[in-house]
């Protein structure tokens, strides 16, 4: 079928380059994990002040994965999945501030339906099959689900005890990319998800305890932003685009807003939301 066949295209010679040659996201460069301890310590620092600062981080972040994204996955159309990324983070940051007092997911929703129509009108073939169509949407589409997690914890960032609970979730975050740093030793490897469980299980304990918060609190969302943060490191850094300095920028920020939603749930089951 004419415009299904790559050979010779520029996206299949990028891509045997680099987006499909597996690596071992076992040791990933030093700046990622630079990268998600100045990212979490970015997050925590702008949920106290309020849920304003807080959208505005998430949205700088968010222009930030919006370069490094689609470059880490080896995007088939690198431009347009920026612009269709840097459009989403800058609906969900609309949303987010012109939501009521109290009620800042109220337009969320909307926001990300914004993105998801974009992503496609992006992708939408023009008489015929576009090569890789499916790799360029999937792209996009995690890309707005990391900006959007992210964004998802600004309720909790309108009170002490809501930004409490996210720097609990955030200190699971930053403890499991230091523990994740013993993967780089060849005995260990894949098996680093079990110190990055325990690291954040005791930082989350920790935090929980002078935070007001239960130990059994601490222990299950420091455990589970770790790690979920680790698995997204391991799972989407495993291509050669974490090379690249975008593509690492890229994969720390990401690593760190995606389990944003998970933060957010907790939250709610525990009434911090009301």
Known sequence: ????NEQGSPQATRRE??????????RL????????LVTVAALAVAVRWGDGPYVAVVAVLGLLLSWGWPLLLDAP???GASVVLMVSSAALA???LVSPAGDSLRWLPFAVCVGMMAAFLQQVPRGTIRPRLVDGLAITMTGIAAVASGMAMSPLAGSARGSAFVGVGLAGV????VAELLGRLRRVGALAVFPVMIAGAVVGIWVATTSGFTMSAGLGLGMLTASFSYSVRRIFGAV???GEVGGQLALAVGSVLLPGVLVLALGSLAGLLA
């Open 1 to 4: 079928m004419a415009g299904v």
């Open 17 to 26: 380059a680099l987006g499909r040659v597996s690596v071992d996201s076992t």
């Open 29 to 36: 460069p030093w700046v990622v994990t630079a990268a998600v």
């Open 77 to 79: 159309n690198p431009v």
């Open 94 to 96: 609309t949303a987010a």
């Open 174 to 177: 930053a403890a499991g990319a």
């Open 240 to 242: 050669s685009g974490a």
